[in-house]
């Protein structure tokens, strides 16, 4: 079993990253007796924005969000003993990069512990993870230069907004709300000038250029 936190999307990367958002990928094709395989062999199960992540919100003053999620698939696995054996990993991208650390210690820390059914985490995966944006900024404009997406002057200039971006996103840290939008903005800029001078280079894979048919 896959368990996905956040919420799926039917962008695909390759979309996105050539900036075109507005055409669907074409959708796939596989017989019945294919599709009936893949759904044999695995089974997903997406938790959409559990509350104290992204825009849910509670009433109470702090929520492990770790645990409120443990306790939803121990109660899962109650209700339906026949998936509990099952390989179980997690997965998400971006920003859940700061969630699925921390639900897999939590999984492991229960099943030590023996509280309740045993999970089966075999592994997570966290895909294009945004874990630590402080120092995952920084190196932006360095990567670019060592891959030639940029000159050195371009390097030099854009480098000069490290610290507002590390200065922002302590802000957001301890004043959340605006401060966490205009860290967005401040940070995000680093990533945007790059990619200015760059060109078409999709970003998920730098080798690559983006094409107007997908």
């Given at each position: ?34 599709s009936m395989v893949i759904f044999q062999a695995s089974n997903l199960l997406y938790v959409d924005q ?75 995966a966290i895909g294009n993870g945004l874990t630590d944006p402080a120092h995952q900024y920084k190196a ?32 957001c840290g301890t004043d959340g709300t605006l401060s966490c939008m205009a860290s967005y903005f401040v ?28």
């Amino acid at each position: 079993m896959i368990l996905q936190i956040s919420k799926a999307t039917s962008l695909s990367a390759k979309n996105i990253a050539c900036g075109n958002v507005r055409k669907a990928p074409p959708p796939l094709r596989a017989s019945a007796e294919d599709s009936m395989v893949i759904f044999q062999a695995s089974n997903l199960l997406y938790v959409d924005q559990p509350t104290g992540t992204g825009f849910s919100y509670s009433s109470a003053v702090l929520i492990d969000m770790t645990l409120v999620i443990v306790k939803m698939e121990l109660a899962f696995f109650k209700e339906h003993p026949q998936f509990a054996k099952n390989d179980f990993y997690i997965t998400d991208e971006s920003y859940a990069g700061h969630y699925i650390p921390a639900f897999a210690s939590r999984v492991h820390r229960v099943n030590k512990a023996k509280e309740g059914i045993h999970i089966n985490l075999k592994g997570f995966a966290i895909g294009n993870g945004l874990t630590d944006p402080a120092h995952q900024y920084k190196a932006y404009p360095d990567y670019a230069l060592d891959m030639g997406l940029i000159k050195q002057s371009e390097h030099d200039r854009i480098s000069k907004v490290i610290p507002l971006c590390e200065m922002a996103i302590k802000l957001c840290g301890t004043d959340g709300t605006l401060s966490c939008m205009a860290s967005y903005f401040v940070c995000n800029a680093i990533f945007s000038s790059i990619m200015a001078h760059a060109g078409d280079i999709n970003y998920y894979d730098i080798r690559k250029k983006c094409e107007e048919s997908l």
